[in-house]
């Protein structure tokens, strides 16, 4: 947070944040970011790592709403937006949040919960009159800064609790890796409760004194309209977007495409990350954009630890090879270290990785080894120094017949038959094998068969890979990031 008040005081009149369509400089996020830690601090000298959820719309004043808890001592809980309210209710009682601030959007959601739970409840726009300037509390590396709740796919969601330091770790180790300089102008398109969209686009911009713009809700062609009449130049995204802006490009008349081409082509980084990055996704993205698509690999607990270089060779298929000071290792499943070329988990250790699970001590110890190393639970292969992700563990890992079967590698390959736009391969339970391969395909002609994709796969992959079930459906369910939520197709193969 210092760092972000600095780079502030040397961009005082440069455009930090569009949102909106109206501009803000920095100081007028700095002004605006005080103003409200003094309305939290309400004449008390620090919030001493008091819990502040928030359910703000992206732009400026979510911006300023973060800062400002960060400036006041508290520790921010962003609600996720498109959450039901009990999700937002266990957020709320699970981190012990005192205050809660909404804007007028979303007040109505919570204000049920505020009379419930009687909490301090802030209403942006209805905020009262600012308080004389007060002296703002030192923020040291080591106070907890922020809580993002995990998935919850396999039990209640966990909150991961990162301080200033991870979080100053994590945005200068990017700004350093992907080159991020003050001239830069990228545009959010990610929901912020992620580490993607929070420190990835917005953090890594204003800490190099870049600018960030906004769009209030996304459609393909509001993106390029933005990508056309801006100064855009960084744009980060999860592969499920990346192929509703190709579907949409496609879509276009061949004058159109050649000058959203030659846009593209003159953007300085393109990144996309939250999910695998189908081959043909990144294929037809650089036909388009004349951009190899840079692929990395985070999550919530360590912010991004592995990457493709921004100057070298961009490998696809690969997440790329550790960032600087981010120190990786796979292992088996005695923990032991397992030689180039053979599959292990990948395990992280460095100033990026999170603190604890909130109230967790027991899950916070058996996320780490005894010797200090994060268990990601992801399964790679590293192959001439590059990193390769099989799948996580417990959904993407296909436990059959005594084989290891990555769903990832077999998804590949069903994407590049003509009549599948999209799949998911996945492992349901089978007293005799373990697990059966399972695969759920979306396709653009219906006469194709199912028989006839399991023959023609046949040709491609060993016999032990094959799938053994299809189903067919019209969309696959995902989460707000874009990633299929596997555990939700399932039951799709339940006997009837």
């Known amino acids: 947070m210092q760092q972000l008040l600095h780079t502030t005081s040397r961009n005082q009149e440069q455009t930090a944040i569009i949102s909106n369509g109206q501009s803000y400089t920095y100081q007028q996020l700095l002004d605006a ?29 979510y911006v300023r709403v973060q800062w400002g808890i960060w400036r006041a001592g508290g520790i921010a809980v962003p609600l996720a937006l498109s959450y039901p309210l009990p999700s937002l209710r266990y957020v709320i009682e699970d981190t012990g949040a005192q205050v809660v601030v909404a804007d007028e959007t979303y007040a109505a959601v919570l204000a049920t919960l505020a009379e419930e739970k009687g909490f301090r409840f802030i209403i942006l726009g209805q905020e009262e009159s600012r308080a004389s300037p007060i002296q703002l509390p030192q923020l040291d590396r080591s106070r907890r800064a922020m809580i993002l709740y995990t998935s919850g796919t396999t039990s209640l969601p966990k909150g991961v609790v990162t301080t200033h330091g991870n979080l100053e770790t994590q945005i200068s180790t990017l700004v350093d890796a992907w080159q991020w300089t003050s001239a830069d102008h990228t545009l959010c398109v990610l929901p912020l409760h992620h ?101 990395r690999y985070g999550m919530t607990e360590i912010g991004m630890g592995i990457s493709n270089p921004y100057e070298g060779d961009r490998r696809v298929g690969y997440i790329g090879q550790p960032l600087p000071g981010v120190s990786v290792r796979l292992v088996d499943e005695e923990n032991v270290v397992v030689p180039e070329g053979q599959p292990g988990e990948i395990q992280v250790k460095g100033d990026n990785v999170f603190l604890e699970y909130w109230k967790r001590p027991e899950a916070t110890d058996k996320a780490f080894t005894p010797d200090g190393w994060f268990r990601t639970g992801d399964i790679a292969v590293v192959e001439e120094g590059y990193y390769r992700i099989l799948g996580r563990d417990s959904i993407d890992i296909i436990k059959s017949g005594g084989y290891k079967i990555s769903a990832l590698e077999i998804e590949e390959v069903l994407r590049t038959h003509p009549t599948i736009s999209d799949c998911s391969v996945v492992g349901i339970p089978n007293e005799e094998w373990g697990e059966l391969v399972a695969a759920v395909l979306v396709l653009k002609d219906d006469a194709v068969t199912t028989a006839d994709i399991n023959g023609w796969l046949r040709e491609r992959i060993p016999g032990y890979k094959l799938p053994r079930q299809y189903r067919v459906v019209e969309e696959l369910p995902r989460n707000a990031m874009g990633k299929v939520t596997k555990n939700d197709l399932k039951p799709l193969f339940q006997p009837a």
């Not at 870049?210 to 390029?224: C, G, M």
């Not at 309209?225 to 496609?250: C, G, H, Q």
């Open 33 to 61: 970011s005080e103003a409200l830690a003094s309305q939290l601090l309400g004449g008390a000298a620090d919030l001493n790592e008091a819990r502040v959820a928030f359910m703000v719309t992206p732009g400026f004043d």
């Open 195 to 295: 580490v993607h969209g929070i420190i990835n686009v917005v953090s890594c911009a204003l800490w190099a004194g870049a600018t960030v713009e906004f769009l209030p809700n996304f459609s393909a062609e509001a993106v390029f309209d933005v990508f056309m009449s801006s100064r855009v130049n960084v744009f980060m995204a999860v592969p499920t977007i990346y192929f509703k802006l190709i579907s949409y490009w496609e879509g276009l008349p061949a004058d159109e495409q050649q000058t959203i081409s030659e846009t593209l082509a003159g953007f300085r980084l393109m990144v996309s990350g939250s999910a695998a990055l189908p081959a043909s996704v990144m294929e037809k993205w650089k036909t388009i954009s004349d951009h190899t698509l840079l692929e």
